[in-house]
């Protein structure tokens, strides 16, 4: 039965994490994964964190099964913490489960839509993260790409984004980024987000937004503020979110799945489809990262705690940012990198060609992603000459 199988090819980001791990070279430089890192290169536990788990070591009570939605607490905290004081929020219109990571709500997403409409067609952003086309395809769905950045401008292409969105039917899905947009940093602003609110309204498809990043750009409230914007104009949407980055809680696999129904009776029932798709896939979902998130977002101490260690994280990345364009012309990368520097989040794209970045790994340990998405956070002062020079050199031939 196994022998008429072909080998998957490696996966363009977790292959690359591995193959970083195995390199020897002591300068290796790993700008691949998304894992925020410190000045030190290393990825600690949050102090918050760690707080949480010590409480939760003295306390828990129980290990008995909590349901498909996983924790009651964890699933308040974080529809809060994504709509605020939203009317969608008062009014009972949302309904949040735990998922296992933004993959795993993705996934449980991706099996809803395809019982809401097996014949759906979910948009997403050229480019966007190589995995959703995986999450959706795996669902059964035909994916699509709208236009959305400019390698020509490193910028976006909103008159496209636009003109493609207005012709996507009622019954599609369009997959937005809450902010952050991964791989290209690039993000729509308040008045795209109206724009796209306008066009959702006028073709009757429905928004699903990933949120990974929330915090990572420019702070809490202001990456959920496109989202929040939608929800407060459409009938339905749906929210998959992730605490990997902003929690550090990356391999505890926590996220969540919201459904925004018409009305509560009619989001009640979408969640119980929602928890039906759960329980075929896993049953229900692991309980560490649930409480722990939970923990600190009903702790005034926690949560304070929290918001300082975010952000650190935000003000190193958007201050690498800058430095990295300087390194890059102190060091006669040839090219304009301006743009890395008014981008969010922590990816860009150098737009360097392929040969290039392989030439980078071979030669001096510098890990890409092969469409030349960077990890700004994997940056410090200790391999910027390196990477600067690394990179003038390649260039330059
Ligand atoms: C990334 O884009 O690097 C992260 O979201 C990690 C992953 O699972 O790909």
Not at 68 to 94: C, I, P, Q, W, Y
């Amino acid at each position: 039965m196994f022998n008429q199988l072909q080998p998957v090819p490696t996966d363009p980001i977790l292959g690359l994490m591995t193959e970083y791990k195995a390199d020897n070279n002591p300068k290796k430089v790993d700008l691949s994964v998304g894992v925020y890192k410190n000045e030190q290169g290393d990825t600690p536990v949050l102090a918050a964190v760690k707080k949480a788990e010590e409480y939760r070591l003295n306390n828990e009570q129980s290990k008995a099964y909590l349901g498909m939605a996983g924790d009651v607490r964890f699933n308040e905290a974080m529809t809060n913490l994504l709509f605020g004081e939203h009317d969608v929020v008062k009014s009972g219109r949302v309904k949040t489960a735990q998922t296992p990571g933004g993959t795993g709500s993705l996934r449980v997403a991706a099996e809803f839509i395809a019982r809401c409409n097996p014949t759906a067609k979910v948009w997403v952003t050229n480019p966007t993260w190589a995995n959703h086309i995986s999450i959706f395809n795996a669902a059964g769905l035909q994916v699509e790409e709208f236009p959305y950045f400019d390698f020509d401008t490193m910028g976006l292409k909103f008159d496209q984004t636009v003109e493609t969105l207005s012709k996507v039917p009622a019954g599609d899905i369009v997959l937005l980024h809450a902010c952050c947009h991964n791989p290209s940093g690039m993000d729509l602003n308040l008045e795209q987000w109206q724009t796209v609110a306008d066009i959702a309204k006028q073709q009757g498809f429905t928004i699903l937004i990933d949120s990974a990043y929330q915090g990572f750009g420019e702070g809490l409230n202001e990456d959920a503020a496109g989202l929040r914007l939608l929800a407060s104009q459409v009938e339905e949407m749906i929210v998959c979110s992730s605490c990997s980055k902003n929690f550090g809680l990356y391999r505890d696999r926590i996220g969540a799945i919201s459904i925004i129904g018409t009305d509560p009776a009619k989001a009640e029932i979408a969640f119980s489809v929602a928890l039906g798709v759960i329980r075929a896939i896993y049953s229900m979902p692991p309980a560490h990262g649930a409480d722990i998130v939970a923990t600190i977002l009903s702790s005034q101490e926690l949560t304070s705690l929290w918001h300082q260690e975010l952000d650190e994280m935000r003000t190193r990345i958007n201050g690498l940012r800058s430095f990295v364009v300087d390194k890059f012309k102190e060091k006669g990368v040839p090219g304009n990198f301006d743009f890395i520097a008014k981008q969010n989040g922590m990816f860009s794209f150098l737009g360097i060609d392929k040969e290039s970045i392989a030439t980078l790994k071979k030669d001096y340990s510098i890990y890409i992603v092969g469409s030349s998405r960077v990890n700004v956070a994997g940056v410090n002062d200790s391999n910027a000459d390196y990477l600067a020079d690394a990179l003038a050199k390649v260039l330059n031939k």
